[in-house]
């Protein structure tokens, strides 16, 4: 049982380069999130889809997108890659159903643009 | 939005020491959970605790949330304890936005 994974776990772009971080979870969960965290600011909502077909903005969606490819998949896209986008990205999933609300996270992108 | 608030910043203690890390949150919540950063960077899901008290070995944890807070107890402390501890919520009837606070770093040493 993986959980949730995440690719790639590291990567280095230049300014203006395009990129898309990709994460599967094989729980069956309807709800998936996309998060990123900088020193002392703990983890930010990038954004989330509550379930298969829908997406939402969450605290910190400029310079992003995202794509629910199916129940498994949901994607992260950075267009345009800026410094200020430099940071861990992490990606997470839960069940949303009454009986069993926790959150499991995957292990982590750390990205560098330069 | 839900603000959510955690103290103290940083903890050192020795190994064997009890720590108490506090959660407090600005509104009603219908989703509390506290999470472990370890120093590799994974973070692992501790609790879901909306309220009442549970425990798991030597970790439990408490929200009171008529009052908003919730505590975590770590009772005698292992180097393993080290990392951040994170606790974050949602607003009652917003059940799919989590809202992390800054978390607690903690230093167990010998």
């Known amino acids: 049982n993986a959980g949730v994974t995440q690719t790639p776990k590291f990567q280095v772009l230049k300014t203006g380069q395009s990129m898309t971080l990709q994460c599967a979870q094989d729980m069956n969960h309807n709800s998936m999130y996309w998060y990123r965290q900088d020193p002392g600011m703990g983890l930010r909502l990038i954004y989330y889809?509550?379930?298969?077909?829908?997406?939402d903005k969450g605290e910190v969606p400029n310079g992003y997108n995202v794509s629910r490819l199916n129940k498994r998949e949901f994607s992260l896209r950075l267009e345009s890659a800026a410094p200020s986008q430099t940071s861990v990205y992490f990606c997470?999933?839960?069940?949303?159903?009454?009986?069993?609300?926790?959150?499991?996270f995957g292990s982590g992108t750390q990205l560098s643009v330069l | 939005g839900i603000q959510v608030e955690q103290s103290p910043p940083d903890l050192i203690l020795q190994e064997g020491a009890n720590s108490t890390l506090r959660c407090n949150f600005s509104d009603s919540v219908n989703n509390l959970q506290w999470f472990h950063q370890n120093p590799w960077g994974q973070l692992i899901n501790l609790f879901y605790i909306p309220s009442g008290t549970k425990q798991n070995g030597r970790l439990s944890a408490t929200t009171v949330a008529t009052e908003r807070y919730s505590l975590l107890y770590i009772s005698s402390s292992q180097t393993t304890d080290s990392g951040v501890y994170f606790c974050a919520a949602s607003l009652t009837g917003t059940a799919s936005k989590l809202t992390f606070g800054t978390g607690t770093r903690l230093q167990v040493t010998l």
């Open positions: 997470a999933s839960r069940s949303s159903g009454m009986a069993n609300e926790k959150l499991f």
């Open positions: 889809s509550a379930s298969e077909g829908t997406t």
